[in-house]
């Protein structure tokens, strides 16, 4: 018979929120086992920037966040935030209507703050979550791990693997993503839709420096958003577009042009652009984040457009809310999957998350429209907003990630 191994808990996904949650739980005397079906990620060496006519070899990856104020004071409780070996601070934002006159502009003054938030590679954020787990006792990090099955026991879960292993646990937690098999066996429903989009993402030298600003265009293809990097010249863009297509087939030369004018030559000319990549944009939300010895965190429970810059915010605030619960565990008599608990984790997340999930989908469908008297009353909106300093205020604490 096989050997079933015995854990506490068992975070199923090694993305940056399963290894937050994980290094977050390093402070209890939980066993804790976190699985990911991919093999380790490697992060590369440094590299000088590197453009050869419009051929930009930029160091960076192409997948980044912005993490706002909260995510950052959570990864320093956690003690990972120092070991992040690269990030860009960004101190003020501008979002533009690029079909109309409309804009919004605030920066960190507006809350007494020195930045709004930081422009981080995910692999970095990844790398250091990693260090902070090496060194855990309690803790392990398993790759290549694949989940085929799992069944529910009186007390907790019994998870089959791929190669045949099994594991027990009190509580599994799905952290693996919008796809999430955790969510799929556990028969948890989601309401989702596609955007019929996809993100262009890839890393850009601009002529004039950005001036750690992060700044967004809706522009008649879809939201394009410019996001700071180091040194002061270089950014990562997000263009959120239907038809990806001729944008990935323009040259390099095409392709800084296309930008160029969609940014307005607010940074001057494009003078190179690294390797694009796409990616499909959804929107989904799971009805249920929990179940008995069971919970979603992160894409698994929702996932939302691109434009505000939002997920990892989302799914960081969502591990830090589980483990406060989590680690309350031993003060309670009923132990570490009860119900009660976890209910008290999605009461605390489900409204905050289903609120960024609204207002994304107005965004956009207000964003999407050619409708002239919308975008009438749009760019008069936006106008308005930016004249009125308690509002910019308020948009600039929701942004840092306050209240």
């Known amino acids: 018979m096989t050997e079933v191994k015995e854990v506490d808990i068992v975070i199923c996904g090694a993305g940056l929120v399963g290894l937050a949650l994980g290094a977050a739980l390093t402070q209890s005397d939980l066993h804790v086992l976190i699985l990911d079906a991919q093999s380790q990620p490697q992060t590369p060496a440094d590299t000088r920037v590197v453009r050869q006519d419009f051929d930009l070899v930029s160091g960076f990856a192409p997948r980044v966040s912005a993490l706002n ?6 990864l320093k409780r956690i003690g990972v935030w120092g070991s992040v070996s690269r990030s860009s601070a960004f101190v003020a934002m501008s979002v533009k209507d690029a079909v109309g006159t409309g804009a919004i502009e605030f920066d960190a003054d507006f809350i007494g703050a020195s930045e709004l938030g930081h422009i981080v590679e995910n692999r970095r954020v990844i790398d250091a979550l990693l260090l902070q787990l090496a060194d855990a006792d309690q803790t392990e990090v398993v790759w290549d791990s ?24 009190a509580l599994v937690i799905g952290a693996d993503g919008g796809h999430s098999k955790i969510r799929e066996l556990a028969n948890l429903k989601t309401v989702a839709w596609s955007y019929h989009q996809q993100g262009v993402v890839c890393n ?24 700071p990097l180091e040194p002061t010249n270089l950014c990562s863009i997000v263009w959120s577009v239907e038809n990806p297509e001729d944008l990935m087939a323009m040259s390099a030369e095409e392709f800084c042009r296309e930008l160029a004018s969609a940014s307005e030559q607010e940074l001057g000319g494009i003078l190179g652009v690294d390797k694009r990549f796409t990616f499909p944009l959804n929107q989904q939300h799971s009805l249920r984040y929990i179940k008995p010895h069971l919970a979603l965190i992160g894409d698994a429970a929702h996932t939302i457009h691109p434009l505000a810059g939002q997920g990892a915010n989302l799914g960081f605030a969502d591990a830090e809310a589980l483990a406060s619960e989590l680690l309350q565990y031993r003060f309670s008599e009923r132990g570490i999957g009860d119900f009660e608990a976890l209910r008290r984790y999605e009461k605390s ?24 008297g919308i975008n009438w009353l749009r760019n008069t909106g936006m106008k308005l907003t930016n004249d009125n300093t308690y509002l910019k205020t308020l948009i600039a604490r929701l942004a840092s990630g306050g209240g």
Not at 146 to 169: N, P, R, W
């Open 69 to 74: 104020k909260s995510s950052i004071a959570f």
């Open 146 to 169: 694949k989940l085929d099955d799992m069944q529910a026991l009186e007390s907790g879960y019994e998870l089959t693997l791929d190669d045949g292993g099994q594991i027990s646990c």
């Open 204 to 227: 850009i030298e601009t002529q004039h420096g950005h001036g750690q600003v992060a700044r967004q265009w809706f522009t008649e293809r879809g939201p394009l958003a410019f996001l």
């Open 349 to 372: 997340r489900q409204p905050s998350n289903l609120l960024m999930t609204t207002a994304m989908e107005a965004f956009k469908r207000l964003y999407s429209t050619t409708n002239p």
